[in-house]
C-alpha cells in the first residue's frame, strides 16, 4: 500500500547565534542532527549548519574536517546513545534482540539514520564495540560463526527494513492517516474482484502497527531459537565423537 506523505515540511528553526569563542565540535554535530531530524539528510550541508548556528562558514573547519566527518560524527552521536542490554553472557534472546528493538526505536527518533546506514555505512566506534558485543553473545548461545552473522543481518535488516516501511506511513505522517489512505483506496474496489482485500481491511490498515512489527521479528527469533538448538546439539556431539575417538586411541 503506498504510503501517503503528509508533508513533513517542519518548519526551519531559526537558528542560534553561538556565543563568541564558545563553538565546538560538539554543538557543530548537534547542530547537524537537528537539521537532519527536522528538515531532512539533504539539507546538511556545512553553509545551513553555519546558519543554523549563527556562524560563519569557514569557523565550522577548525573542529570538523568536511562534511563526510560531520555525518560521521552524527552517525557515532546517535549510535553512542544505543547500549546491548544487560543480561547473562549467553542471552541472544533477551540481549541481541533487545539491542534491536532499541536501534528500532532510535531509528524512530532519528528517521536519518536509516538512510546513514543505506547510503553510507556505519564506520564509527560505537557501531563496532555493539557488533563485537552482539555477535559475542550469539556466538557463547551456541551459533556457529556462520550462522551467527547470517542470524544478526537477518535480524538487522528486517529491524530496519521495517523502519523504512513504517517511518512515512505512520511516524512522518498521523497514523490515523495511513487508516484513511487504505479505507479510500479499498473503498475504491469492487468487492466481486477484490473479496479478499475488503474481508481483510481491519488487518490491512494495521499493517505499519508495533503489533505487525512484533509479529514478524518473533517469526525470526522462533526460527532462529530452532538453528541455535541445532547447532547446539550437533556442536554437543561433535566434542562428544571427539572425546570417545581421544579415549580409544589412549587406549590401544
Do not use: C
Amino acid at each position: 500500500m503506498p504510503a501517503q506523505r503528509s508533508g513533513r515540511d517542519a518548519p526551519k528553526r531559526a537558528g542560534r547565534r553561538v556565543p563568541r569563542n564558545t563553538l565546538s565540535r560538539s554543538l557543530i554535530v548537534e547542530a547537524a542532527l537537528e537539521l537532519i531530524d527536522t528538515a531532512g539528510f539533504e539539507a546538511v550541508t556545512m553553509p545551513s549548519v553555519a546558519r543554523r548556528l549563527g556562524v560563519g562558514t569557514m569557523s565550522l573547519y577548525r573542529h570538523v574536517e568536511d562534511k563526510g566527518d560531520l555525518i560521521n560524527a552524527v552517525a557515532e552521536r546517535v549510535m553512542g546513545q544505543i547500549a546491548v542490554p544487560d543480561g547473562a553472557s549467553d542471552d541472544w534472546e533477551g540481549r541481541v534482540v533487545g539491542y534491536l528493538r532499541a536501534l528500532r526505536e532510535t531509528a524512530i527518533a532519528h528517521p536519518a539514520l536509516g538512510r546513514l546506514l543505506a547510503d553510507h555505512g556505519l564506520t564509527v566506534g560505537p557501531v563496532f564495540v555493539q557488533l563485537e558485543t552482539v555477535h559475542g553473545i550469539l556466538v557463547r548461545a551456541g551459533f556457529g560463526p556462520s550462522d551467527a552473522v547470517r542470524a544478526f543481518y537477518s535480524l538487522f535488516t528486517y529491524v530496519f527494513g521495517f523502519v523504512m516501511w513504517e517511518l512515512p506511513r505512520v511516524r512522518q505522517q498521523p497514523a490515523d492517516a495511513y487508516v484513511s489512505s487504505w479505507n479510500r483506496a479499498i473503498d475504491a474496489l469492487d468487492p466481486s474482484d477484490f473479496p479478499h482485500l475488503h474481508a481483510l481491511r481491519p488487518e490491512l490498515v494495521s499493517a505499519a502497527s508495533p503489533d505487525q512489527f512484533e509479529y514478524g521479528l518473533g517469526l525470526l527469533v522462533e526460527s532462529l531459537r530452532t538453528r541455535a538448538k541445532r547447532s547446539n546439539s550437533h556442536s554437543a556431539a561433535t566434542k562428544t565423537r571427539r572425546v570417545r575417538k581421544s579415549s580409544d586411541e589412549s587406549q590401544q
